[in-house]
C-alpha cells in the first residue's frame, strides 16, 4: 500500500510548492505559479488544460500502479504501458492545428517510431533484470538500446 507520507508529498510537491516564493523568484517568467491557480484563471495566466491535465492523469496513474502492484503485478504492469500519452499528446496537436485531421494523422504515424523505440527499451530492460544486472544499469542500457534504435530509424529514414 502507498504510505500516507508519500501521496501527502505529492500533492504537496505538485499543487503547493509552486506557490512558495523559491519556485516563482527563480524563474526567468512569471507563469501561472500553481495548477489550482491555473484552474481558476484558465489561459488568462499561461496554463491551459492541455498543461494541466497531462499532469494530473500521470500522477494519479503512477499513484495507482504504486497501489495496485501489491496485489497485483500484472494489473500493474498493464496499467502503467496504458497509452496515455499518445492520445494526450495527439488532442495537443490536433487543437493547435484548429481540428485539422490530416496533420493530426501525420503526427501519429510519426509515434510509430517511438513505439519501435520503446519496445527496444523494454525487452533490453527486461533482459538485463533477468540476467540480475543493477538496476540503474538495466535503465540505462534500455536508454541506450532506445537511442540506438531511434538514430538507426533516422538513418534509414534519411538514406532514403
Known amino acids: 500500500m502507498v504510505p500516507p507520507a508519500f501521496v501527502r508529498f505529492l500533492f504537496f510537491f505538485f499543487f503547493f510548492f509552486p506557490v512558495f516564493p523559491p519556485f516563482w523568484f527563480f524563474s526567468s517568467r512569471f507563469v501561472s505559479p500553481s495548477p489550482l491557480r491555473a484552474i481558476a484563471g ?16 500521470s500522477v494519479v496513474v503512477i499513484i495507482l500502479v504504486a497501489v495496485i502492484q501489491e496485489r497485483s ?43 519501435l523505440a520503446t519496445m527496444a527499451f523494454v525487452a533490453a530492460c527486461w533482459l538485463a533484470l533477468r540476467a540480475r544486472w543493477a538496476f540503474p544499469a538495466a535503465i540505462a542500457v534500455g536508454f541506450a538500446v532506445w537511442g540506438a534504435v531511434v538514430g538507426l530509424i533516422a538513418l534509414v529514414a534519411r538514406l532514403r
Open 42 to 57: 484558465g489561459a488568462a495566466t499561461g496554463v491551459t488544460a492541455q498543461k494541466v491535465v497531462p499532469v494530473v492523469i
Open 73 to 115: 503485478r500484472a494489473a500493474a504492469a498493464i496499467l502503467s504501458v496504458m497509452p496515455l500519452a499518445i492520445p494526450l499528446a495527439a488532442w495537443i496537436v490536433f487543437s493547435a492545428t484548429g481540428g485539422d485531421h490530416g496533420q493530426t494523422a501525420e503526427f501519429v504515424k510519426s509515434m510509430l517510431v517511438g513505439l
